[in-house]
T-cell receptor, first 113, second 109 residues
Framework: NAGVTQTPKFQVLKTGQSMTLQCAQD?????MSWYRQDPGMGLRLIHY???????DQGEVPNGYNVSRSTTEDFPLRLLSAAPSQTSVYFC????????????FGSGTRLTVV | RKEVEQDPGPFNVPEGATVAFNCTYS??????FFWYRQDCRKEPKLLMS???SGNEDGRFTAQLNRASQYISLLIRDSKLSDSATYLC??????????FGAGTRLAVHP
């Protein structure tokens, strides 16, 4: 059981480039989310999904797109990278019940130069 | 005001000490609460859920006070391996988990 798998683990982008952060889970979790973590600010929700075909915006969605074509996969796309998007990105998933906490992937460290 | 507030610490304690972390939240409609642990440069990991009646898991005890919108985590008999950042997490509504910025704990010999 692999849990939540994120790729790549590290990435350096130039300003203006686009890329996709991959996230896959094999636990049949309905809910998936993307968070970013910056020093001193805690984790902030970017986008989330409650099931295949359903996505919604979180606290800091600007500059990011998501899609959820399958239960397993929830990729995060950076449309035109900016230095302000330098951060650590975590994908997380959980079962539908609100009593279950999230399982997190190991994160992607992104630097935009 | 932040939705979830924690004392950032650091808390520096000797092995064997008892340490308590506090957390306040602003949304009185919140229904579920958690404590996560995050090691340096690692992902957050669920430590325990927090129930209204309070709950215990080994050396860890979590308490919830809905009237005061206050959550606590007590760690007894601290170990070196408890050194980490502890994140208070509140379900802010439809699938929106709101994270505190975390409290750093350093346990020394």
């Amino acid at each position: 059981n692999a849990g939540v798998t994120q790729t790549p683990k590290f990435q350096v982008l130039k300003t203006g480039q686009s890329m996709t952060l991959q996230c896959a889970q094999d636990m049949n979790h309905e809910y998936m989310s993307w968070y970013r973590q910056d020093p001193g600010m805690g984790l902030r929700l970017i986008h989330y999904s409650v099931g295949a075909g359903i996505t919604d915006q979180g606290e800091v969605p600007n500059g990011y797109n998501v899609s959820r074509s399958t239960t397993e996969d929830f990729p995060l796309r950076l449309l035109s990278a900016a230095p302000s998007q330098t951060s650590v990105y975590f994908c997380a998933s959980r079962l539908r019940s609100r009593n279950y906490g999230y399982t997190f992937g190991s994160g992607t460290r992104l630097t935009v130069v | 005001r932040k939705e979830v507030e924690q004392d950032p610490g650091p808390f520096n304690v000797p092995e064997g000490a008892t340490v308590a972390f506090n957390c306040t939240y602003s949304n009185s409609a919140s229904q579920s609460f958690f404590w996560y642990r995050q090691d340096c440069r690692k992902e957050p990991k669920l430590l325990m859920s927090v129930y209204s009646s309070g709950n215990e898991d080994g050396r860890f005890t979590a308490q919830l006070n809905r009237a005061s919108q206050y959550i606590s985590l007590l760690i007894r008999d601290s170990k070196l391996s408890d050194s980490a950042t502890y994140l208070c997490v509140v379900n802010g509504g439809y699938n929106k988990l709101i994270f505190g910025a975390g409290t750093r704990l350093a346990v020394h010999p």
